[in-house]
């Protein structure tokens, strides 16, 4: 067994140990990233997470995203192929897998998935919106589901607004709401994500959200409005992007969310480390150069094809070949590489991990949120 495998094993029995392991592990990846910056060649993939868009399908039509539309229309993965990927998945010990889309509860299989990936001892947790979550739940924590992360796009009639769908605001909070009567916090881990873009950086938009992560007993992530994903885009007249004139508003909605972090530490998932620099991914965006950790990662399309990240470094398609014959070869490798030399789009996809596991960036912006978190 790994040490990453053991450290896992105990966080997961010892819910106390967590943090300090975690800790320990960024510390690790420290000291890896300035080796692979001296000799990359040292620089190997090693899957931690699949990503697993199992259909392109989706019941909304958010303004910042293509999916159910201009993205792989159409395009679901097959029950036969995903059996292969997680056996694959399994053998070579990969730890965990996101399930998401599209919209996966769309998936006419998604409890069965849920079932066989829990059953071969790969984690698995999923991303929704969460819209008909009400409708399946009882069959997927069945099947072993405890963790689900959600997009969150607002409330009343801006929800609507932004997902393009009339109504859907109402339809859920009855989804929520059924869901958390079924499944209290001890045994359905809720995560909202929220969606940090020009319209959203502002102090009533954060406790919105806040609010509502407390009504469902649920924690808070923050994705930064994305600028080089191939299936989001930046809205009508790129009104989501931040421009220069945003800088004000942005610095101080990170302020009042490292505010929030110390007051209540369990309710934003990221560190004030990442939470500070999130200022910079948003108005700097590609300018940031801080090495990218998608050697972690493995990216798999509902048209079945793989990837090492979300946006590039193709390795095949699982229609012509088993992911056991993309894994850990030459090319695998190269990618992971080329990942953490930057030679690609340069997102800000992992933008936390990948501060935290930056020697230079990790100091830099652990100094910026100690000078600028309030006393508590
Ligand atoms: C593509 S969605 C798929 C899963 C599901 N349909 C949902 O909306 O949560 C996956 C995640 O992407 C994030 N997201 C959505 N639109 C985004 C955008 N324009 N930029 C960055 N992240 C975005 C949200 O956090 C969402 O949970
Ligand atoms: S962000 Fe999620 S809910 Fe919105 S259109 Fe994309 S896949 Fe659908
Ligand atoms: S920084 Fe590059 S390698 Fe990393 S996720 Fe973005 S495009 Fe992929």
């Known amino acids: 067994m790994s040490l990453e495998s053991l450290a896992r094993k105990v966080a997961r029995s010892v819910p106390a140990t967590a943090p300090l392991l975690k800790a320990g ?10 080796m692979g910056d001296i000799w990359p060649g040292l620089v190997r993939a090693q899957t931690e997470k699949i990503t697993i868009a199992i259909t392109a399908h989706c019941n ?32 070579a010990k990969v730890p965990a897998v996101r399930l998401y889309g599209g919209e ?20 698995c947790y999923m991303t929704t919106n969460a819209l008909i979550l009400d409708r399946k739940i009882d069959a997927l924590h069945a099947a072993g589901l405890r963790k689900i992360t959600m997009g969150y796009y607002g409330q009343g009639t801006a929800f609507d607004e932004y997902v393009q ?42 406790d919105e959200v806040r609010r509502f992560a407390e ?30 004139e945003d800088a004000d508003d ?12 110390a007051k209540y530490p369990h309710l934003l998932t990221e560190s ?10 948003a108005m700097k965006q590609d300018r940031m150069r801080i090495p990218c950790d998608a050697r972690k990662l493995l990216w798999v399309g509902a048209d079945g094809s793989v990837m090492l990240c979300y946006v590039t470094f193709p390795l095949g398609n699982l229609h012509d070949k088993r992911l056991r014959d993309m894994l850990y070869t030459p090319d695998h490798h190269q990618a992971a ?40």
């Open 25 to 34: 592990y960024r510390q690790r990846e420290r000291w890896l990233t300035g």
């Open 215 to 244: 009504r469902y007993d649920a924690s808070i992530h923050v994705d930064v409005v994305h600028y080089s994903l191939p299936y989001f885009q930046e809205g009508p007249e790129r009104e989501l992007q931040f421009r220069p």
């Open 165 to 206: 769908r009339p109504g859907r605001y109402d339809r859920l909070v009855e989804s929520l709401d059924a869901t958390r009567a079924r499944f209290g916090a001890d045994k359905l881990d809720l995560q909202f994500n929220f969606l940090l873009s020009r319209r959203s950086a502002n102090r009533e938009a954060v």
């Open 272 to 281: 004030p480390v990442a939470l500070a620099a999130f200022e910079d991914w």
């Open 337 to 376: 590489r080329d990942a953490f030399a930057l030679n690609c789009p340069n997102c800000h996809c992992e933008a936390g991990s990948r501060v935290e596991k930056h020697g230079p960036s990790f100091r830099k912006y652990a100094a910026v949120a100690r000078e600028r978190t309030p006393p508590v």
């Open 60 to 91: 909304l039509r958010c303004q910042g995203c293509k999916y159910g539309r201009d993205f792989m229309p159409g395009a679901v993965l097959p029950m036969p192929i995903y059996r292969d990927l997680i056996a694959d998945a399994a053998a």
């Open 250 to 261: 942005v610095r101080r909605t990170i302020d009042y969310l490292l505010e929030l972090k």
């Open 104 to 123: 996966p509860l769309l998936h006419p299989d998604v409890v069965e998935m849920v079932e066989i990936t829990n059953a071969v001892g790969v984690g």
